[in-house]
């Protein structure tokens, strides 16, 4: 089990192009042996990075989940070097596990990496700000003592609370993360505390938004940790936002999990050892699937980076009445 997340998303060289992960990954919203798929996500990050020169930086993570990784074993990456030039550089990661007894090796995503030479200069310098004003870091509970004000308040039992760290302790492990009190997921507890109102219930789901600040619990040095941390982090919540918005979580659906990713990148001087505020909205659900976003400020309020998922969302199969 890795102690910190630099354990946690470092990938060791087994061979030209190709490496290992250096612990197995983690489990973090299942009660399955289905790993987190920010494992699996960050693990392809640091191989990508680990493929290319330092002047190289990346800015856009393309790919999708073929399927669930285990949490028994370690995961390889294979890196193809698909370009090369002055200015950009591309790699496609196939990420994979071992199978038992003798099987083929079973495949769990496939990922496309861009990395850019940073440009001289800017003609045009923006970003968009967050949908709603939060409170600063400095005013929001720690997870620990939001929840202890939620049982305090009478708003949800302490047995919810227990369940809500065990459920998400991968993340409780390596960030240290802040509830902004303005969001549906810290007054719904995710989505577990069902039936609790909040504040924008009488809003549309698209209007909805959750917020929260995170910074590493160990400190990051190099960059390539710190985007591989980002992959890492950015995973999290998204497939579960539109439930938790809709004061619903996984116990209410027959299958909830993410179907494929678009990672970007606004700057190359990421730096996890500071807070950053996440804002978290779903776009659009139907055909089974939904739509959802998250996007990253620094303390500054530069955006920094965003994370767009599609997720299976099936509902339970209702019995059929007896004749």
């Known amino acids: 089990m890795a102690s910190t997340l630099l354990d946690q998303v470092s990938v060791e060289e087994s061979g030209p192009d190709q490496f290992v992960s250096r612990f197995n990954p983690g489990r973090m919203g299942n009660t399955a042996n289905i790993a987190y798929g920010g494992c699996t996500l960050a693990a ?4 990508a990075c680990r493929t290319v020169s330092p002047e190289y930086l990346l800015y856009s993570t393309l790919g999708n989940y073929l399927g669930p990784a285990l949490t028994d074993r370690k995961l390889t990456c294979s890196v193809r070097r698909v370009r090369d030039t002055r200015t950009f550089a591309t790699r496609q990661v196939e990420v994979s596990q071992e199978q038992q007894d003798g099987a083929p090796r079973r495949l769990c995503m496939v990922v496309l990496a861009d990395f850019q030479v940073r440009e001289p200069a800017s003609l045009l310098a923006y970003s968009a700000p967050p949908s709603r004003s939060y409170s600063p870091v400095e005013r929001c509970l720690g997870a620990a003592e939001a929840g202890e004000e939620m049982v305090r308040s009478g708003v949800v039992p302490r047995k919810l609370v227990g369940l809500h760290g065990v459920i998400f302790g991968l993340m409780a492990r390596f960030f240290e993360t802040r509830q902004a009190p303005e969001g549906v997921s810290a007054q719904n507890l995710g989505g577990l505390a069902k039936g609790v109102r909040t504040d924008q219930d009488d809003l549309p789901i698209t209007s909805k938004t959750s917020a929260d600040w995170f910074r590493c619990r160990h400190r990051l040095d190099r960059r390539e940790d710190h985007h591989a941390g980002l992959a890492f ?8 936002m539109p439930l938790t918005h809709s004061g619903m979580f996984v116990d209410d659906v027959a299958a909830c999990s993410s179907l494929d990713f678009a990672l970007r990148f606004f700057t190359g001087d990421v730096d996890l050892n500071n807070w950053h505020l996440r804002e978290l ?6 055909e089974g699937r939904t739509y959802t976003e998250s996007r990253l400020w620094d303390q500054s309020g530069t955006l920094v980076a965003s994370m767009t998922q ?3 969302l099936r509902p339970k199969r209702t019995a059929k009445p007896a004749l």
């Open 44 to 47: 392809a990050v640091q191989a």
């Open 281 to 286: 909205k779903t776009v659009a659900g139907g």
């Open 233 to 240: 982090v950015m995973d999290g919540a998204l497939s579960f």
């Open 310 to 312: 599609q997720s299976i």
